[in-house]
């Protein structure tokens, strides 16, 4: 059984760390890392709630650092200035990251206690 909430595997950009193939270890991604000469055994996280150690993919993620270190939030779709320009162009790298944006704004929209109520349904 897993120890934490729903939530708590959500990233601040809003992207699931409980499906994400690092953190997950699947095969496919474990044999990419090593098909380009990096040693599966330390391809892993944690999740970006986790403890910022070598057991976390991102912890210098600019998104993560501003969110929760400097503006002292959960989730980057809490920020008045959001939608920022980090966010904006990370998203624009990837359709995931898209997907993880439309869900901050979705927050933004109906606030986070009601968002995070219909996760938990």
């Not at 650092?65 to 779709?77: A, Q, T």
């Amino acid at each position: 059984m897993n120890p934490y909430p729903k939530e708590w595997y959500l990233a601040v950009c809003g992207l699931d760390c409980s499906t994400c193939s690092i953190h997950t270890r699947e095969g496919h991604i474990l044999k990419y890392f090593e098909e380009k000469g990096i040693d599966p055994q330390k391809i892993k996280c944690d999740g970006c709630r986790s403890e910022r150690n070598e057991n976390h993919w991102s912890k210098d993620c600019e998104l993560l650092l501003c969110c929760i270190d400097k503006k002292n939030k959960e989730f980057c779709g809490e920020c008045d200035d959001f939608p920022c320009d980090k966010i904006i162009e990370w998203a624009k790298g990837d359709e995931g990251y898209q997907e993880a944006m439309a869900k901050m704004q979705k927050m933004k929209q109906i606030g986070k206690a009601e968002w995070l109520g219909a996760l938990r349904s």
